[in-house]
């Protein structure tokens, strides 16, 4: 039987030390995780910095241009769906979530 270790308590050094650091808010969690992704990926990191420099005009023609380019990825993937199995737009565009930078 596999024992469980001890709680943390207030007074802990350790305990205080990792509460310091866990998240309170979602907003805080969200933070996190965009730290964490660009520690995983720095071309992220390049391609913020770009999108900083960007006009409004530029980044709506890049908006515009990645919806268009998702219209034609499902287009295609609807037009082989014995391959692809695409289900829906929303599940392709979830899955291109996971590899924007």
Do not use: W
Request: glycine residues 2%; contains cysteine.
């Amino acid at each position: 039987q596999r024992e469980e270790p001890p709680p943390i308590q207030n007074g802990d050094a350790a305990g205080e030390e990792a509460s310091a650091h866990r998240p309170d808010s979602d907003n805080e969690v969200e933070k996190v995780k965009e730290e964490i992704r660009d520690e995983a990926c720095p071309t992220r990191k390049v391609y913020k910095e770009a999108e900083r420099c960007m006009t409004d005009e530029d980044r709506e023609t890049e908006r515009r241009i990645q919806r268009e380019q998702l219209a034609a990825i499902f287009k295609l993937m609807q037009d082989n769906e014995d391959k692809f199995g695409v289900q829906s737009y929303d599940d392709v565009e979830e899955q291109m979530k996971l590899y924007k930078t």
